[in-house]
């Protein structure tokens, strides 16, 4: 059971462009939803967060927006630059079965952005 | 240098060998996760650590063990491998607040 969906599997935008990725969740235990990027080679690198308390998240060039009654979230890109084309992850999280202190990403499959010049 | 350190970077291994991937965080971070990454399923949780002598079970355990004697150290051992296996291993580590990760730069594993 695929608890984040995300999408698009891939998107090319030209550079300048917003390109807009969507994810969507299930459970509704989740309460905390971070976007990772990742470099070909790389590990995954923590960009944006955003709780369920707020509708957007803005940090620079990204935006996070939240639509907590459609169980929805995606992120934004203005400006988009070729230095931006890698793969970004959504993930959600929920306080593990271990116990507190310790929490449980569950990540979407994935959208690989290229950004042209 | 702060952070995460795995190793090797990459390994080609024989069906049935014993592998261990090895993850040093110098955070001093709680809680340490390994996930693997493949080509179109993104990124699974395998076991989790909360803190030092305690580890859970994520998406995907089976085939693979941990163990956590310390704060720092977070070992992923496969005890008989199988081509399945191959995938990309990441190691992160989150502080007490468990909501940010920061993960490793990962070990590609082929099992032929």
């Known amino acids: 059971q695929q608890q984040v969906k995300q999408s698009p599997q891939s998107l090319i935008v030209q550079k300048g462009g917003i390109p807009i990725i969507n994810c969507a969740y299930e459970n509704t235990a989740f309460d905390y939803f971070p976007w990772y990027q990742q470099f070909p080679g790389k590990g995954p690198a923590l960009l944006i967060a955003?709780?369920?308390?707020?509708s957007e998240k803005k940090e620079g060039r990204f935006t996070i927006s939240f639509n907590k009654s459609a169980k929805q979230f995606s992120l934004h890109i203005m400006d988009s630059q070729p230095g931006d084309s890698a793969t970004y992850f959504c993930a959600a999280s929920s306080p593990s079965s271990g116990g507190a202190g310790s929490y449980q990403l569950t990540f979407g499959k994935g959208t690989k952005l290229s950004v042209i010049p | 240098i702060a952070g995460i350190t795995q190793a090797p970077t990459s390994q080609i291994l024989a069906a049935g060998r014993r592998m261990t991937l090895r993850c040093t965080q110098d955070m001093r971070h709680n809680a340490m996760y390994w996930y693997r990454q493949d080509l179109g399923l993104g990124l699974r949780l395998i076991h989790y650590s909360n803190t030092a002598g305690t580890t859970g079970k994520g998406e995907v355990p089976d085939g693979y063990s941990v163990s956590r004697a310390n704060t720092d150290d977070f070992p992923l051992t496969l005890a008989s491998a199988v081509p399945s296996q191959t995938s990309v291993y990441f190691c992160a580590s989150s502080d007490s607040s468990g909501t940010s990760q920061y993960f490793g730069p990962g070990t590609r594993l082929t099992v032929l």
């Open positions: 955003i709780r369920p308390d707020v």
